[in-house]
């Protein structure tokens, strides 16, 4: 495995996370899960790690959504718009993960810049 693919992706995350005060237990476990999974998915397929950063993203989001709410939720639209999400493009995770606006589709900032 390659650790420092993992290790870069984990403060990444953590970075997004902190950037909107999400830092807490409950996402630090659900990111140290998806590290754990990413970790023993790109040991099968060392081709991967190109993904693994904004992979292990979506698996905090997804598992963020059922416990905590939505992260990251897009600050750049006007305050009257619905609130809704950032996703990570390329859907695949990767390479170069940036964080997208789902309602207008702009590029916000890449993956741990928040
Ligand atoms: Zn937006």
């Not at 495995?1 to 870069?8: F, P, T």
């Not at 991967?48 to 997804?62: E, F, R």
Request: hydrophobic share 45%; glycine share 8%.
């Amino acid at each position: 495995m390659d650790a420092a693919h993992l290790l870069d992706a984990r403060a990444r995350v953590l970075a997004d996370l902190t950037a909107r005060n999400l830092a807490g237990p409950v996402a630090v476990s659900a990111l140290e899960d998806a590290i754990s999974e990413r970790g023993w998915w790109v040991d099968q397929w060392p081709a991967g790690v190109q993904y693994v950063a904004g992979l292990i993203a979506q698996d905090v989001q997804d598992a963020l959504f059922a416990d905590v709410g939505r992260w990251p939720v897009c600050e750049h639209c006007p305050a009257e718009a619905p609130v809704h999400s950032l996703f990570i493009s390329p859907d695949l995770g990767g390479p170069d993960p940036v964080w997208v606006c789902e309602e207008s589709g702009t590029e916000i900032a890449p993956l741990g810049g928040l």
